[in-house]
Structures are given as C-alpha cells and as structure tokens.
C-alpha cells in the first residue's frame, strides 16, 4: 500500500480495514460511534448497556460470581472467558485490542490470544499516568503545575512546614487513583487528620495551593508526524447532585466560548508541547490532559495525565471536528497500524482550533449519590430521550449513537446500571449526552441539566436490603467493594 499522505486516505484506510479491532472494556461509553468509521470494530463489554440489540457489542452471557477490584480485572475477566474466546475464534483468532486500561496480566492474555494491543506497553503507561511523573515532565518542558510541593508527609506539622510558601489552603493528590478518591483538600488540622493515614501512606505526595479554578479537559494523540490537538473542554466536578465525591468528575461540557481564545490557545500549544514530551519518554497514542484554569488570574496550569481514552473521549469523537476530518481515535489506531503515513499535522492543528470547528455537546455522568443499597427493579433503557414541558422525560427510540439526538430537547442516554444490579453511593447508573450548554456562564448546572438529571433518576426502582433475599444477594455480590471508576 502507498503512503498516506491526506485525511480522505485515512478514511479510506478505515473504511477499507479487513483486519478486526476490539475495544474491550466494561461498556463502550468510552469510544461510541467509532465503528461508523473502522470496518471490523467490534466491542466486547461486560455490561449489556443495549440488551442485546447493538451488533457490534458482544456481552458473554454466562456471569461467573467474581468481586472485581478494578477495570483491569474485568478486562482479564472477559479476556479467558470462554464465550469471548470462542467470539474472537470466529473473527479468524488475530485481531487488534484497545482497552481503557490494561495490566501486565492483559499484555499476557493477549500474547496467548494472538491479540495486538493498540498501546504503548502497561509498565510505561503506568509510568506516565503518576501525577507527579507529570508535575516533573511539565516543568521540564515549561508547562507549569500549579504552585507545589511534591514530598513525603509525616504528620501534619511537618505538612505546614514545607508548604510555607504556598500557603496553608492546600490540595493533596495521591500518586494514582480517581481524582474522586484520592484528592483531598486540607486547612487546618482537622482536615488533615480525616485523611492522615491515606496520605501519610503514600512514599510522595502532590501538595497544591488552592486556587479558584475551573477544570478543563482536552484529548490528543502522540503520533510520529507530531501530536494531534482537540478542543479544551470544560469539567464538571463535584456536583452532588451528580456524585457523592468532592472533586469527582461527573461530565464535560464541549463549548468554544467557555474560555477565552487566549486560554483556549495556551492549552492547546501546552498540550503540544507535553505530547512531544511524552513521545521522547517513549509514549505514543492518545491521551488527556486536565488543565486548571485559574479564574483570578487566566492562568492555565497542568492538573494531571491520562494516558489512554478517557470519559471525555466520547465527546471529543463525535464533534464537528472530528467528523469534518476524522475522530481523534483514529489517529490513534493508525500509529499502532502497519500503514505508512505522513500527515501535516500543524495544518490540521490549526483548522482543529477555530471556533467554527467546536459544536456544542455536554455529557452528564449520574451516579447513585445517597448513603443506601437497594436491588435495581426498574431502569432506563439505552437510547433517545426526550425533554417534556413540564420537565419530565420520556423514552423516544432505541439508538446508540450520541448524534441521534438532535435537539437540546432530546438526549443520548447510556445505561450501565440496570435491572437485577445492586444500587450503591457511587455507583454508575448512566451517561446522558445532549447538544448544548448544561452549564451556564457561572459554571452552575442549567435548569436543563437538572430536569434531565431528576427525570432520568426517576426511571429507577430499587427493592430495599430490609428485603432478607436481596440483603442475602448483597453479601454475597459484595456490593460494599467493586466502588472505582468504570469509565
């Protein structure tokens, strides 16, 4: 085959793909719609999201009982499940796999498999998702962290000692794990001590002052020709009515005007730059950025790294952008492809950054934000939405693609917790994706985004643990435990 040298190649490549490719992980949220554009893009989920009607979505039938403790798990899970090999047996035993996140164990599996994995391997993304491995590439490559202290704490007189430059209202990251969990914010002693043993256990520390800040997303993808930039996205964090964890992401907002142009500039050139960073440290592919943006005072800040799709990658693929051109994930799997190609990057950069190139999405992450546990009796289904007058919403049709919803009265809604599955404080119960603003010029959620919130919680009915069999069933599905991101 010719080198590839435009983006109509690129298409043509994907359209053309003979070869299957497997994004394997607990739902297909992550990288929805993608198959429109790679012929042979099969997912392969633990979570039935669509019962059954999806085609391209393979969910074993048979559950064998098993407490997972991360998303690697049920990778691994579904990996030597009998029903998924006897799957991939079928697509001819070869193939590529993409995950949301994958261990050594994964890297094992696929070997036997005959699977490629479409990533740079576990041990380095590992490397590159430590928070403060990212502090330390930033300020290598002048993208600056806010104003920090990266250290081991002993106690906390020791903590106030070494962050007296930086103030006394503090937020403390942990090396890995979900922002949700792992994020603390400490003032004074009482603070600190409802953390002390979760920080004081770590080897090293992020230590930030506390800023004003509003938090922001944007995707790219490292690849030999230079790194590939999409549009800053605005956050949602910490919203109880949408989760139970301060600072927990709960959706993205995709809108030009959020930020000035001056900001939206200066993340995407800091983006560039950490991408080619991260390509001399070895690492190619797609990944995320979050960046701080301090309200009093416009400066643009790096938060941390995601080395892999993210929850906002949903967004990200299904923008004007991306379907003028092409998503972002194909540049992905065209690095880890055998195609020879030799794309102008910088020219697609600087079209990928006009205003006119961001329509306006927004995603909502709701979960189960009360202190109970019930067995799920009712729930959504997957699909069209629509937004009535007075505020309720009503199932309009079956679809599995965002741009099926084609006004801001209608909306993309995804379940992952449905009928039979235990409703826990945290737990997922599904991601609505409509067009528009669900955030207002103050960062405040729209009466929109909570009419849609109530009205979707409304569809389910939960059977009360005062119930024997279901308390039964919850001890014996563990339902305390399993309590991480899926997305």
Request: with cysteine.
């Amino acid at each position: 085959m010719s080198k590839i040298t435009g983006i109509s190649e690129v298409r043509r490549y994907f359209r053309n793909n003979k070869d299957p490719i497997y994004f394997i992980s607990a739902t297909n949220f992550n990288l929805l719609g993608i198959g429109d554009w790679v012929s042979n893009f099969k997912h392969i989920n633990y979570l039935d999201c669509f019962d059954g009607r999806q085609k391209n979505v393979f969910v074993p039938k048979e559950k064998f009982p098993r407490e997972f403790e991360s998303i690697e798990d049920i990778n691994n899970y579904l990996l030597e499940h009998k029903e998924v090999i006897d799957y991939l047996m079928t697509k001819g035993g070869k193939g590529t796999a993409a995950f949301l996140m994958f261990d050594e164990r994964t890297e094992e599996i696929c070997k036997q498999l005959g699977l490629r994995i479409a990533f740079p391997p576990a041990a380095l993304r590992n490397r590159m998702d430590n928070k403060i491995e990212t502090v330390r590439i930033g300020n290598k490559v002048g993208v600056p962290s806010v104003p920090n202290v990266l250290a081991k704490v002993e106690n906390y007189a020791q903590l106030k000692e070494i962050t007296k430059e930086i103030g006394s209202d503090l937020v403390i990251q942990s090396a890995f794990g979900d922002s949700g969990h792992t994020t603390y914010f400490v003032s004074n002693e009482q603070e600190y001590n409802k953390h002390a043993d979760e920080i004081e256990g770590e080897a090293e520390v992020k230590i930030m002052k506390r800023i004003n800040c509003r938090g922001s997303a944007i995707e790219a993808c490292a690849t030999r020709c230079g790194t590939v930039v999409g549009p800053l996205m605005t956050e949602l964090v910490g919203f109880k009515s949408l989760t139970p964890y301060k600072g927990g992401w709960c959706g993205n907002e995709m809108f030009a005007g959020a930020f000035t142009q001056e900001i939206r500039d200066k993340a995407r050139e800091y983006t560039f730059v950490f991408g080619e960073a991260l390509r001399e440290e070895g690492y190619r592919g797609y990944f995320e950025l979050d960046f701080l943006i301090d309200m009093d005072t416009n400066e643009v800040y790096l938060g941390e790294l995601n080395p892999r799709v993210t929850g906002a990658s949903s967004l990200t693929n299904v923008a004007a952008f991306a379907h003028s051109d092409i998503p972002l994930f194909l540049f992905h799997l065209l690095e880890f492809s055998d195609a020879d190609f030799d794309l102008d990057i910088k020219d697609l950069n600087n079209r990928w950054s006009h205003p006119d190139s961001i329509d306006s999405w927004s995603q909502l992450v709701i979960k189960h934000t009360e202190e109970s546990v019930d067995l799920l009796t009712q729930a959504p289904q997957s699909g069209v939405w629509k937004l009535n007058g007075d505020g309720s919403v009503a199932y309009d049709h079956y679809a599995a693609h965002p741009h099926a919803a084609e006004s801001e009265q209608e909306a993309f809604f995804l379940r992952i917790s449905g009928v039979g599955d235990f409703r826990y404080e945290g737990a997922d119960l599904g991601i609505l994706i409509t067009r528009g603003r669900l955030m207002d010029d103050d960062f405040n959620l729209t009466p929109r985004a909570t009419a849609w919130i109530e009205g979707i919680r409304a569809q389910y009915r939960g059977q009360s643990l005062a119930d024997p069999a279901v308390e039964q069933a919850a001890v014996a599905h563990g339902v305390a435990g399993g309590n991480f991101k899926i997305l």
